[in-house]
Each structure stands twice: as C-alpha cells, then as structure tokens.
C-alpha cells in the first residue's frame, strides 16, 4: 500500500520525469555533436600449424586456440606498438598506438581480429596495415625454432580495410539511450520527491491525517481573491456549489445530536478558514437558516474586511461588558445572516475567550439562532482556536492543499482531540479539481440556466418586515437575536 501510495504521489510530479527526460536528451545531443567522428579500421587474422607440425587434428586445434588467446595480448604489446611506430610515420607514440587497437577472438575458432579505432580515417588505415604486417613477422620470428621451423603460420584473412562512416558517435543510439536513462531517472527522482514531499496533496492523505471524514473539497479558483464571497455571479460556480455540498454534508454529519455552534479553524494561517467560514455562513442563510457569524480570531480579524462591516464594536467589546450583543450584530444583506465582528483589539485575546462571559454569550447565542459559525484563530499559532473549540458543538478543520504538511494537519488534530473537541469532519481548500468534473459542471450549469423558467419579481422578493415569518421563521426570529437580554 505505501509503495502504491508513493507511485500516486510520484504521478503527480511528471513534470519531474519531463523535464529530466529533456535535460539527458540535451545532454546527449550536446555530448553528440561535440564529440569527433570516429573510424575504425580492422583486420582478421587465421591461425593455423603446418602438416608437418601437430598431428592430431583435435589436438592441434585446442593447441591453436590456446596460441590464439596469447596472440591477442600480442597484437596490444609494447614490442609491436614500437615496431608500428619505428615503421610507420603516422605522429603517435607507442602508447597512443597500443591506446587505439583492440583484439576480439570467437570462441571455438582460431580467428583473430584486431582493431584500430581513430579520429583521422587514413591514419587509422595506414596503423591498421602497419599492425598486420609487423604482427605477421614478430608471430614468426617468436615462433621459429632454432631448427628454423615454425609451427605456427599466421595469414590474413580478411582486410586490412577501413569504415567509410564513422563508428561514432550514433545520433540514434545516443539519444535513444539518454531517453531511457531520463526516464528511468526521472521516474526515480518524481518517487524521491513524491516521499519526501510531506505537504498534502489529496483528500485520503487529510482523512488520514485527522481521522475525520471529509465533509467538502473546495475547488480553487483563480478569481477567488478579488471576489472571495459566493455572491453575485460567484453565486453560480463550481466553488458556491462546492459550499453548498459542505452546507447539506455538515447537517447530516450526526443526525441525532446536530452540531449548532460550529468552529471553523485551521493548522496554519492563510489556508482559507475564514473566507469559509463566510460563505459557510451565506449558504446557510441561503437554505433558510438563521445564521449567526462570529469572529473568534481576535488577533487578526477578517470577516468584517470580507463583508463590508464596521468593525469598530463586536465581540470583545461585548465580553468586557461595554456594550450588549443586540446593539452590536449587525445584518448582512438580505439574507437571514447576522454578523459579530471581532470588536477592539483585546491584549489578552486566550482568556478572553475562555472567560466565563463567552461562555454565557454562546449560551445565549445558541438559543436565538439555528447555527453559529464562529471563525477562530489558527490551531497551531495560538490556543485560541482550542479554547473557542472546546465550547463550541464541534469543529470543522480546513486545510489547504499543497500548503500544509501532514504533520501539521495531525498536530491541529490532536490538539482538538487532546480536549475532547467533536472533530465534525475537514475540509480541502483551494483543491484541484480535474477538468472532467469541472466540465460537467460548467455543462450542467449552462443548460440549467438556459431551460430554468422565469420567476415572477413578486414572487422571487423576500418577505418584507411584518409580512411574514419566512421559512423556519426566520424573520421573527431574527428579530429576537437583536433584542437579546441586556
């Protein structure tokens, strides 16, 4: 399992496999037409013994392949390096000469071949020539008895001759080659940088890491920055429907003790917790719901910069005891969402939150709304997010992917876990959806739009104050949250 777990993550890195493919295959076109041509020359020589020497066929043969190995050496030796050179005026030295040939036997016969491999063709000829006729005569001057007989008798068989194309370097063979070490290299560094990448890439590794179910996967969006909220023509994406599956799998997430007071958190800064948790909020009051959002990050608030909202007076405010909490939530649109801002900047934010006067306002809170979101202060950066988490129904952890390393996730985990918070489940932002399903999506969507009928404008309008109480009352309801006891 964890070597296919390695392969999945290497198949996300095939841009490495690619670009290492590419950079041998430069390498070798380089190293090709850098590299000199080169031509190789040979000759092959036949070995054989006289009838007036060996008798028995079988063996004189063994006896010539044993003389055949040695003549091998003797093609590479200094003595006949020295005499080519002595001979032949071709401007190298001995050791450049013996450096230049090669020997080949074939098992089983008493052939010899001798190479002479070099950059110029006609000096690899003229060496190749002088090789075999100096090779000739030292094989017979070694050979001679004192009786002057020879028992060996060596012929040319074959050559001398000399290629008409260069040997190297082969364009084919080297880039056909160098495309294969790529590969191979490139696969083994995409598996390297697949496990030692320890971001999380996928929504089974943030499952894994918390042990919490995935209630959402919010797709990222490039517009997303500027227009952060789903509203107006974000209203229609593939982001917004994402929200609203969270929306319909945070309701069912336990249906005999439904969470009312949701924290919405995350490991690290940035990772998208409160734009969450406002369009978290949108859609519920979207679904009819009387919504509550507050903002719990004390530190670094955000919500009220997301939705246009004075921040002067909120949250902090109301626990010090300045002001009550109906003369500080404020209405956002038209929808049944109410909003608590973060309020002054208090110095000690931990124990204001934890003070027995949160506890008391999420009391209150609880019983004149249908959900309150609160949006905390990251896990890993300060306790505050834990000490919101603790009294609240559950938390809900966003993680965004590529940015947080697993470690990081299982450490804001336990930290919930560590003091009995409901973990409701983890959602993956700014996710990667394949092209597939964003297709079939943007398709739906198009012909929904195209086929969906006209509404009358009296009909579409929501119900004005006194006209009615809405779904689930809504707007009386939400009436009685702004006249909470002072």
């Known amino acids: 399992m964890d070597l296919l777990r390695q392969l999945r993550h290497a198949r996300r890195h095939w841009w490495v496999v690619l670009a290492t493919v590419m950079v041998v295959l430069g390498v070798s076109a380089f190293l090709t037409v850098r590299a000199q041509p080169r031509y190789v020359a040979s000759v092959t020589f036949f070995v054989t013994t006289p009838n007036s020497g060996v ?21 590479s030796s200094d003595r006949l390096a020295q005499s080519v050179v002595a001979d032949t005026p071709v401007g190298l030295t001995a050791d450049e000469v013996q450096r230049r040939v090669t020997t080949s036997t074939e098992t089983g016969t008493v052939l010899l071949r001798a190479s002479v491999i070099d950059t110029d063709q006609t000096r690899a000829m003229k060496v190749t020539e002088s090789l075999a006729q100096k090779f000739v005569e030292l094989v017979q001057k070694v050979e001679t008895t004192p009786e002057g007989k020879a028992p060996i008798k060596i012929e040319i068989v ?45 929504s089974a590794g943030l499952q894994r890491a918390t042990g919490s179910p995935l209630l959402g996967e919010i797709p990222f969006e490039s517009g997303a920055r500027s227009a952060p909220l789903i509203v107006g023509e974000a209203a229609t994406s593939a982001r917004a429907e994402a929200v609203r599956k969270l929306r319909t799998n945070l309701r069912f997430v336990d249906v005999h003790e439904p969470a009312r007071v949701i924290a919405v958190t995350s490991a690290l800064q940035g990772e998208g917790k409160t734009t969450l948790s406002c369009n978290l909020a949108i859609a519920l009051a979207e679904a009819g719901w009387r919504v509550l959002l507050v903002d719990a990050d004390l530190r670094r608030p955000k919500v009220d910069e997301y939705l246009g909202l004075d921040a002067g007076v909120g949250l902090t405010d109301v626990l010090v005891g300045d002001v009550q909490v109906g003369d500080v939530v404020q209405r956002w649109g038209d929808k049944s969402l109410l909003v608590l801002p973060s309020g002054s900047a208090p110095p ?14 999420l009391l209150a809170l609880r019983e004149s709304a249908d959900i309150v979101i609160i949006d905390t202060a ?12 603790v009294q609240a129904d559950g938390a809900l952890l966003v993680t965004q992917q590529g940015r947080t390393s697993r470690t990081q996730v299982a450490a804001a985990a336990r930290s919930l876990h560590s003091v009995s918070v409901r973990l409701l489940g983890c959602v993956l932002n700014m ?20 086929t969906a009928p006209s509404v009358p404008a009296e009909r579409a309008a929501p119900p004005r104050h006194g006209e009615g109480a809405g779904v689930n009352g809504v707007t009386d309801r939400t009436q009685e949250l702004t006249r909470l006891p002072r």
């Open 348 to 361: 000690n934010p931990s124990e204001l939150l934890g003070s027995k006067a949160m506890a008391d306002l």
């Open 431 to 450: 996710a990667k959806v394949a092209k597939a399903e964003a297709y079939q999506y943007e398709a739906y969507r198009v012909a929904a739009s195209t």
């Open 158 to 202: 074959s050559g001398p001759r000399v290629s008409a194309s260069p040997v190297s370097p082969q364009p084919v063979r080297n880039l056909t080659l160098g495309g294969l070490i790529g590969l191979v290299l490139g696969i083994g560094l995409a598996i390297l940088r697949g496990v030692a990448d320890v971001r999380l890439r996928d």
């Open 378 to 389: 990251p896990l890993l950066a300060v306790t505050d997010g834990v000490v919101v988490a």
């Open 55 to 75: 008798t028995d066929a079988y063996q004189g043969g063994l006896f010539l392949q044993q003389r055949v190995k040695s003549y091998a050496d003797l093609l």
